[in-house]
């Protein structure tokens, strides 16, 4: 981040014109400013002068201040890489898609404010400083782009150090290890990368550190995350002050490979692949202060892996190919984010077009390889090196299993969990997946999972958990309110909120209530955002704090009329208050800003049911289930509607075709079961029912129930 001036601006900003959807933008100077005429918050064009650069290469984005504090990021951007690159020019960030001035996504709007979205990693010492009374910023930094503080802690320490010494002197024993700073990353000093005798794989030369330093701190940026906490301390486990993403369907495909729909940075990756858990760090590859490779080329990976053996024929089975073929080619694999900008994949996997044949997942063969199938590559991979598949990432399945509810995805996704040659983020991963099969069977592995030493694992045993009835959560959460990382503890005391005080045993109260309050700090560092807003109003909701959660949500749909979350929890607010009126209100106001939000149509035709309107809320019910056939609990609940409407016939006909996607749903499975009984279909309830007994296999209720329901098929009752 810089500010304007004629040496950081690289934009052409002499009367250059451009395009959108019939928005017509202007760049151009005049005074000494930086101007651009463009649609504003209001839809209308006016003129905006750019306060700030922001990033350099390949893409820069242009800054402008509102009075407000807030600094907002134009989509409107500068390709900078040369023009035989197709470099240049001005583009859109959303090129396919016409964003208007009421959109989420507009430059004007809440998703592209610097002051929550950019800040934290792109300047230093940032202080948000958000005033939630008055909607309002008056952010800070220490320096205005990344400086030696960001990665290094406090500067002022080192300068004492340094003048403490009174002058040049060789290093003794009495001095400060870390120089004065509040880390340093001495991970690779005197580590050295040997080749294995038997095998020729590098090897390390001491054990990696179970505390890695220096990943944790890159992470800090390079991870896809939420902040807890301002209070970073270089070096720390990044689950300490931020809330790190699992693999989610959304970003990832089920293998951990980066979709290239959003950014999900490269902690990611990084932490799933064989080398960092050998101990590679990111500096073995990358200067930390240039930001350039330690060798050029596939120089970087002959540091430690041997160029005969890798760089040959034998090897890449590609030669004659020009360009020739780089390692990153096979084993990094890029994707393209914000237009133009390709960022390569750091799990360093094996190519599986295999997987490609079975799951869908891509492969690095069928990147470059476009016009032949998956087969064909794998057949290809087969030849060359043998039919078991290699590769060090084994999860693909498990959580392909759990994205599509296939029947084995509980014993998939444990197999993962409990695999302690899995990496620690995929093992936390399937735990959080988990918890949609939490049962008596596997909770032991939630158990465990609370104790892991990796943060990222207990967080994810506690997400597993978030099933289990309230009564039984207290002796299994409750040690973890006073875990030593704050991400836990926070996560702990989300699930322990409905546990009243009178149920709360007396030696843990002090802790919980401790917790309570930095879960309450860590939703207002993100004030200014409707989640962060709606997640103390759920907090506050279950601890029976009725008028604090009616203000959180409120708030809410202040920041955002769209987040439709809000609104749904708000009028179930009202529900349990018998104010389903107000329900109904806010939650029309919610489909006028979101009208095909189908979470906002099931909750507004659940409210409609309360008050036996139930035309409209069949309207309702099945518009959710329509827009959202993925949720399976949609389809049930306006199957249950049609049922209480006399309409059984339809509400079976509903569960059969959600049964399709969702195999594996509890409720459909037990509606069905209990239509098809009532209807006199005793063969199809008995058959739901085993397939209910295969979810649960020790619910004494249900092997009774089936047990008559045998009975009465045989005797022809």
């Not at 220096?214 to 807890?228: I, K, P, W």
Request: proline share 6%.
């Amino acid at each position: 981040m810089d500010h304007a001036t004629d040496g950081s601006v690289r934009g052409d900003f002499n009367e250059a014109r451009f395009d959108y959807y019939g928005v017509q933008s202007r760049f151009f100077r005049k005074n000494g400013k930086f101007l651009v005429e463009t649609d504003g918050p209001d839809g209308k064009t006016a003129i905006f002068e750019i306060k700030y650069t922001f990033g350099v290469d390949p893409i820069q984005q242009y800054l402008i201040a509102f009075p407000d504090g807030r600094l907002q990021a134009l989509s409107i951007a500068w390709d900078s890489r040369p023009k035989e690159q197709g470099g240049q020019r001005w583009f859109h960030l959303y090129p396919d898609e016409p964003i208007r001035h009421d959109d989420i996504l507009h430059w004007t709007r809440l998703n592209q404010n610097w002051n929550f979205m950019c800040a934290e990693c792109h300047s230093t010492g940032v202080q948000k400083n958000y005033d939630a009374a008055n909607d309002r910023f008056a952010t800070s930094w220490a320096e205005i782009s990344v400086g030696c503080e960001t990665c290094h802690g406090e500067g002022s320490r080192h300068v004492a150090w340094a003048q403490s010494r009174q002058g040049w002197r060789p290093f003794g024993r009495d001095e400060d290890p870390k120089m004065g700073l509040a880390v340093r990353f001495d991970e690779r000093v005197g580590v050295s990368w040997t080749p294995d005798a038997v095998t020729g794989m590098p090897r390390r030369s001491a054990s990696p550190p179970f505390s890695r330093k220096e990943v944790e701190t890159c992470g800090l940026c390079h991870a896809r995350r939420g902040q807890l906490s301002e209070d970073w301390v270089p070096g720390s486990s990044l689950s300490n002050t931020h809330r790190v993403l699992p693999l989610d369907r959304g970003l990832f495909h089920a293998d951990g490979q980066m979709r290239d729909v959003e950014e999900t940075y490269n902690y990611a990756p990084f932490k799933q692949s064989k080398m960092f858990g050998m101990g590679v760090t990111c500096s073995d590859c990358h200067d930390p202060h240039s930001a350039a490779l330690r060798a050029p080329g596939d120089g970087v990976c002959a540091q430690c892996h041997a160029p005969d053996t890798y760089e040959s024929v034998a090897h890449r089975h590609h030669g004659g190919v020009n360009p020739p073929l780089s390692c990153a080619s096979c084993h990094m694999p890029a994707r393209t984010y914000m237009g133009i900008d390709r960022r390569h994949d750091h799990s360093f996997r094996i190519p599986r077009p295999d997987l490609s044949v079975k799951l869908g997942t891509p492969n690095a063969c069928n990147d470059c390889h476009k016009d032949r199938p998956a087969e064909w590559a794998a057949t290809a991979v087969e030849n060359w090196f043998g039919p078991d598949p290699k590769g060090f990432q084994h999860y693909a399945a498990a959580f392909q299993a759990a994205w599509t509810d296939h029947p084995d995805a509980d014993r998939l996704l444990a197999a993962v969990a409990s695999d302690a040659s899995s990496p620690a983020f995929a093992r936390a991963s399937a735990l959080s997946e988990l918890r949609a099969y939490v049962s008596g069977l596997n909770v032991d592995l939630a158990r465990s999972g609370l104790s892991d030493r990796d943060p990222m694992v207990r967080i994810g045993a506690l997400d597993m958990l978030e099933g289990v009835p309230v009564d039984r959560l207290w002796p299994l959460v409750s040690p973890l309110l006073s875990d030593p990382v704050l991400g836990v503890r926070l996560r702990a005391v989300s699930l322990l909120a409905a546990v009243t005080t009178t149920r709360q045993p007396l030696a843990d109260r002090a802790r919980f209530d401790h917790a309570s309050e930095e879960f309450a700090a860590a939703q207002r560092i993100a004030a200014d955002r409707p989640e962060a807003r709606s997640a103390l109003g759920t907090f506050f909701a279950q601890r029976g704090l009725v008028a604090d959660a009616e203000s959180e949500y409120r708030a809410a749909l202040n920041l955002s009329p769209q987040f439709a979350p809000a609104a749904a929890n708000l009028a179930d607010l009202y529900r349990q208050l018998g104010r389903d009126a107000d329900g109904e209100q806010v939650l029309r106001g919610a489909l006028a800003a979101s009208p095909k939000d189908a979470g906002i149509h099931h909750a507004l035709g659940l409210t409609l049911v309360r008050q036996k309107r139930l035309g409209e809320a069949f309207e309702e019910l099945q518009q959710a289930a329509e827009l959202a056939p993925e949720q399976a609990q949609y389809a049930y609940a306006y199957a249950i509607a049609l049922h209480s409407g006399s309409r059984t016939g339809d509400a079976i006909a509903v569960l059969k075709a959600s049964l399709v996607h969702h195999p594996r749903d509890r409720n459909t499975l037990v509606a069905l079961t209990t239509l098809s009984r009532d209807g006199g279909d005793l063969a199809a309830a008995l058959d739901y029912s085993e397939r209910l007994l295969r979810l649960s296999p020790d619910d004494q209720n249900l092997i009774r129930f089936i047990q008559e329901l045998r009975r009465m098929t045989t005797s022809g009752q």
